[in-house]
């Protein structure tokens, strides 16, 4: 039984170098794969689809707190008794300060980022101002999230100049509903959906750690491809203090290593991006890196302290990566 697993795994290895796609149960057969071997065919898989390019990005919280959604890993959600800071929508000059800010160290993409369900009309509009800004001034990608959004507006961003739309699945449609109640799989499909046919590109990925299995990250991800998302956050929960998950176990690092292969192996010419929680990790996402991630945010996450951008270049350059600009 241990050669013909031996044998089966080289196949979908070979299957996925020569461009084709595994499926559900050939996803699933990854779950009982040597870890080690996984790790390594993944990155051999990263580096024969996307060579040694890795996407760097940096994100700004432009509006914090009272958010009206029940996620429940989510500091930021209204409902909750957290520490979190609560602020309306940032001045332009604060957020063009920021995108000069990591512009100067190299970062290819910067990402504002808002709580609530969906910002405003007049948010969008003062969003739209902000982002004209930058562009005027700074060398830089700008990606936005923004909530659950329309079509059209997501035509007046990416008039604006946003190149990518960030909506998070979060994790499979079958366990949704045990993780946010005020919205649903659905909308967030619609949104991403939406932003598509607007021509932005976008970023869609999840939470690791909170209830799932790995059959619901395997379903997310298998909905990820078919949505043609290029550009995958994996996130592993950091319990906040007041949030209904604030006493989840932490995720082992060799499991989020495995999640991160697996990953690879089903969109193989994807960004698999190590996102919040990289920090927890005591390697700081490294052996990930060497095992099928090939993109990442640096700096701080909306609520919680990151890694700077001087360490995460000096991992990089280590690592024999090259950030994209």
């Known amino acids: 039984m241990e050669k013909q697993n031996k044998m089966d795994f080289a196949f979908l290895t070979k299957k996925v170098l020569e461009g084709g796609q595994i499926q559900r149960e050939e996803a699933l057969a990854l779950l009982e794969t040597d870890l080690e071997e996984l790790c390594e065919a993944a990155d051999r898989i990263r580096q024969h689809f ?25 500091a930021q959600a ?51 101002d902000s982002i004209r800004d930058i562009k005027e001034t700074v060398d830089i990608s700008v990606c936005g999230s923004f909530g659950l ?6 035509c007046k961003l990416k008039k604006a100049g946003v190149t990518r739309i960030h909506n998070n699945l979060e994790t499979s449609r079958r366990y ?6 005020t919205h649903t799989y659905e909308d967030k499909i619609a949104a991403i959906q939406a932003a598509k046919r607007a021509g932005l590109e976008v970023c869609s990925g999840g939470i690791m750690g909170i209830g799932e299995t790995m059959e619901d990250r395997i379903d997310m991800f298998l909905d990820i491809r078919a949505l043609g998302v290029k550009s995958i956050p994996i996130n592993l929960l950091n319990p906040i203090p007041g949030t209904p998950y604030e006493k989840k176990e932490r995720l082992s690092a060799d499991e989020l290593r495995r999640i991160i292969a697996v ?41 919680t302290s990151g890694i700077t951008i001087e360490k995460d270049m000096e991992l990089l350059e280590r690592l024999g990566y090259q950030a994209a600009r």
Not at 176 to 181: A, D, I, L, P, Q
């Open 263 to 303: 990953a690879r192996f089903i969109v193989p010419d994807a960004m698999v991006r190590m996102a919040g929680g990289r920090g927890l990790l005591p390697d700081k996402g490294e052996a990930c890196f060497r095992g099928g991630a090939n993109a990442a945010i640096s700096g701080d996450m909306l609520t």
């Open 176 to 181: 949704f509903g045990e993780v946010c109640t």
């Open 149 to 154: 959004l329309e079509e059209e507006d997501f």
């Open 50 to 74: 996307c060579g040694n390019a890795f996407d760097l990005c940096t994100i700004i919280n432009g509006k914090s707190g009272k958010c009206s959604e029940d996620c429940k890993y989510c």
């Open 78 to 128: 209204g409902c909750y008794q957290t520490d979190v800071d609560t602020y309306a929508l940032l001045p332009s000059d604060k957020i063009a300060e920021g995108a000069k800010y990591n512009a100067q160290r190299g970062v290819a993409r910067y990402s504002i980022v808002t709580s609530g369900r969906r910002i405003s009309k007049q948010e969008l509009d003062q969003v739209c």
